[in-house]
């Protein structure tokens, strides 16, 4: 069976192959990178197309979807993926490490260098019950070293919150929005609307692009810092802190709109509301984001 044959079979539904033989010279091309990036794994052609046929988009020309295939990358993940030896060997040697470096220059490791290691080992080299290891979810778009490096970022920030609450335990107030004040108004507005401004918040929170959404949380709930997340984006710190204004705005805009508009709290009421938010806003996005032990 032909390797075009092998994909048309694995990628049922997609568009025809406009010229079969372009497409099996592309097929073994994209086989080859990868046998010569990694000599030292043995993967049949016809295993690394039949993988593949699995994981490009379906909503792309098959053409145009191969050439934004990294083959050398897809190449290793497919052998981790199967459990080969030499491709897990690989990978712990190539991957692993350098996953790390870039959190090590933004101190998002403290002192969980090897704790990330063995987790990113067991989080995406082995498998849950019947699913697959993680690594199966890899598709080929993109730099699979990014790929490892955001699961790292996420592992390390996971660690430095359960290590957070293990130290320090936050106290919280009734709602969690504003911090308890003898201030008898507040304490007012605490009482009668903080639970509609705490769901018009979420309900804005998740309206928010994913992208947005992420900076979000990552900066106010686990306080990366703004050229740690540039750095996990490939972009400068002052795009990131524009990113964060711009949330910022969205927050208070759109949460005051619902406040109004879906659960019908007075105008002025809103508008103390969002005055001691706004005064206090990185704090109370925190509290807003962050759940009682």
């Not at 372009?22 to 086989?31: Q, R």
């Not at 993940?77 to 220059?105: K, P």
């Not at 998740?206 to 979000?216: D, I, N, Q």
Request: proline share 4%; with cysteine.
């Amino acid at each position: 069976m032909s390797l075009v044959d092998i994909f048309v079979k694995h990628a049922a539904g997609r568009t025809p192959i406009r010229d079969a033989a372009a497409f099996e010279g592309a097929l073994a091309a994209l086989w080859q990178a990868g046998c010569q990036r990694w000599p030292q794994i043995q993967l049949p052609a016809e295993t690394f197309v039949q993988y593949l046929a699995t994981r490009v988009p379906r909503d792309t020309e098959p053409e145009i979807a191969l050439g934004n295939v990294e083959a050398a990358d897809l190449y290793i993940g497919c052998g981790c993926a199967l459990g080969l030896a030499s491709a897990l060997a690989e990978f712990d040697r190539h991957f692993v490490a350098e996953g790390i470096r870039g959190l090590s220059r933004n101190e998002l490791l403290g002192g969980f260098a090897d704790e990330v290691k063995q987790g990113l080992r067991n989080r995406l080299l082995v498998a849950n019950g019947n699913a697959e290891p993680r690594i199966a979810s890899y598709s080929g778009r993109g730099s699979l070293l990014a790929w490892v490096r955001i699961a790292a970022t996420r592992l390390a920030l996971n660690m430095r919150k359960a290590d957070k609450r293990r130290t320090r335990r936050e106290t919280f107030d009734q709602v969690g929005v504003i911090q308890p004040s003898p201030d008898p108004e507040l304490s007012h507005f605490k009482q009668h609307y903080g639970v509609p401004f705490r769901a018009a918040f979420e309900a804005t929170l998740a309206g928010l692009p994913s992208r947005e959404a992420t900076v979000v949380r990552l900066h106010f709930l686990e306080g990366v810092p703004a050229d740690a997340i540039a750095a996990l984006y490939k972009v400068t710190a002052r795009s990131v802190q524009r990113w964060l204004v711009d949330a910022r705005q969205t927050l208070l805009d759109e949460t005051k709109r619902r406040l109004v508009d879906d659960l019908q709290v007075g105008q002025v009421e809103v508008d103390s509301l969002m005055r001691f938010m706004s005064s206090d806003f990185d704090a109370s996005v925190t509290r807003l984001l962050q759940r009682p032990e």
